[in-house]
């Protein structure tokens, strides 16, 4: 049986599952906003190494799941930390994997294991700013990720390339080759605002882009904190 959603709201969004008995979802940890009686939650690690693993990657040490032990159908919803859009995936199309942001997973079937994907070149490991931490999804079923502000679908063509600023970057199929393009010049580096280093995509293969990445947003309330501050003295 596929998995019941329904995605409320436009750009503070809120996602409804709807659970079969038996039925397992396993999510970010704080993400969850409600949920029916009679559904079971825990949260586990998955084993420690598992856990180390997606610390680094961005989620918290444990992984939630929930579970309806009862004999009807239930409700349960997720909320999203910031504001943006919540993409719902099949995993299965895609060939068991996707790549993403770190951070950017809010929930998913129980078979979807979260891991830490290193990149191929060791430059787009080190060099990537926001995004030189990737998540790897794997399993079956469906998955949900969380874009901020406005979501952005590409399809790159065989050999098309892309330079996306590492923190716009939400997610891509494996087959896209991932890289980092330096930006020359200390102007650039300086007074450019786009960083030193680019994500640079190739395909072929589907790319998600965000227009309004949590550590942009928290530099802008951050800078208005300041220049507030500054008038008040």
């Known amino acids: 049986m596929s998995l019941r959603y329904t995605i409320l709201g436009d750009d503070l969004q809120v996602l409804e599952v709807q659970m079969a008995p038996g039925e397992s979802i396993r999510?970010?940890?704080?993400?969850?906003?409600?949920?029916?009686?009679?559904i079971d939650m825990s949260a586990s690690t998955g084993g420690i190494i598992k856990g180390l693993k997606r610390a680094v990657a961005g989620e918290g040490l444990f992984i939630t799941s929930f579970t309806n032990r009862?004999?009807?159908?239930?409700?349960?919803?997720?909320?999203?930390?910031?504001p943006g859009?919540?993409?719902?995936?099949?995993?299965?199309?895609?060939?068991g994997q996707l790549l993403c942001q770190r951070g950017a997973f809010l929930?998913?079937?129980?078979?979807?294991?979260?891991?830490?994907?290193?990149?191929?070149?060791?430059g787009a490991g080190f060099f990537g700013g926001e995004g030189f931490v990737l998540q790897r999804l794997r399993g079956r079923g469906m998955v949900f990720i969380h874009a901020g502000g406005a979501l952005i679908t590409r399809d790159l063509q065989e050999?098309?390339?892309?330079?996306v600023d590492t923190g716009c970057l939400v997610?891509?199929?494996?087959?896209?080759?991932?890289?980092?393009?330096?930006v020359g010049g200390i102007r650039n580096a300086l007074f450019g605002g786009e960083g030193i280093f680019l994500a640079r995509l190739k395909g072929p293969g589907?790319?998600?882009?965000?227009?309004?990445?949590l550590s942009r947003l928290a530099d802008r309330i951050l800078q208005g904190r300041v220049v507030s501050?500054?008038?008040?003295e």
């Open 206 to 213: 589907r790319v998600y882009l965000q227009s309004l990445p």
């Open 171 to 182: 997610a891509f199929s494996r087959d896209v080759d991932y890289d980092i393009r330096f």
């Open 27 to 38: 999510s970010e940890a704080g993400a969850m906003l409600f949920m029916d009686d009679e």
């Open 159 to 163: 050999e098309e390339v892309i330079n």
């Open 107 to 122: 929930c998913g079937e129980s078979g979807v294991e979260i891991e830490l994907a290193f990149t191929k070149r060791l």
């Open 85 to 95: 859009k919540i993409l719902p995936l099949n995993l299965d199309e895609f060939g």
């Open 70 to 82: 009862s004999d009807d159908m239930k409700r349960m919803a997720f909320s999203a930390p910031f």
């Open 229 to 232: 501050s500054n008038n008040t």
